[in-house]
């Protein structure tokens, strides 16, 4: 069975910053894929970003990056430029046919 | 596309009632997936359908938790006889699934709260 690890229950920076959260995961597919969503105080879960297990290139959107490793099975998000708004629960999921996440990192950014 | 829907967003019950949730996916979607958290953790899964078949159920979901997707569109889940424990935000997600074997993207609906008192 997959499992997925944050680390870091909660993090906090000053806005502008630049934050990185961690996950690890544990499996022994070779195709996959990984995610990081976000989840605003009572707000629904959106997507991030999105990684295929095959592609050897970090997946960036804007701001939002990620450093995948896969012999380490690491999958740490990095937000540049942080902003009032990435203020959330950040969840790191695995894919294999469903979604295993782990257990959130909540990010306060401060103004 | 108006997103992933879900009914009711809030439900308050006393144990022992039975309550029925339901979910609209997006409306190409041919995934449909039923996922609980509870606070401060993350979502666990449940089940999920491809069309209207159900391909797997999590060891979560025990006799009194019913899915069914009768006609490949929207998704309803019944939980009988509730607990206390069954207090927790059901969410609901659906994807495009392609026979070549690729997934695209769960996109989640806004979830239903139930509270058992």
């Known amino acids: 069975a997959q499992t997925v690890t944050q680390s870091q229950p909660e993090m906090s920076v000053q806005e502008a910053e630049t934050v990185t959260l961690s996950c690890t995961y544990d499996t022994s597919e070779n195709n996959y894929y990984l995610f990081w969503y976000k989840q605003p105080p009572s707000r629904q879960m959106i997507l991030v970003i999105r990684?295929?297990?095959?592609?050897?290139q970090n997946a960036t959107e804007n701001r939002f990056s990620v450093n995948f490793q896969k012999a380490a099975k690491s999958f740490s998000l990095k937000i540049s430029d942080s902003q009032l708004g990435d203020t959330a629960m950040y969840f790191c999921a695995f894919e294999r046919q469903k979604l295993v996440f782990g257990q959130g990192t909540r990010l306060t950014i401060n103004p | 596309d108006t997103g992933v829907s879900q009914d009711p967003r809030h439900k308050i019950t006393k144990r022992g009632q039975n309550v029925t949730f339901r979910c609209d996916p997006i409306s190409e979607h041919n995934r449909l997936y039923w996922y609980r958290q509870t606070l401060g953790q993350g979502p666990e899964f449940l089940t999920y359908f491809q069309n209207e078949a159900q391909l797997e159920k999590s060891r979560l979901l025990s006799d009194r938790f019913s899915a069914e997707r009768p006609k490949g569109s929207f998704s309803t889940l019944e939980i009988q006889r509730t607990e206390q424990g069954d207090s927790a935000m059901y969410l609901c997600?659906?994807?495009?699934?392609?026979?070549?074997?690729?997934?695209?993207?769960?996109?989640f609906g806004p979830g239903t709260r139930l509270t058992v008192l």
């Open positions: 990684q295929e297990a095959y592609k050897q």
């Open positions: 997600a659906s994807s495009r699934h392609n026979l070549a074997g690729g997934t695209d993207t769960q996109y």
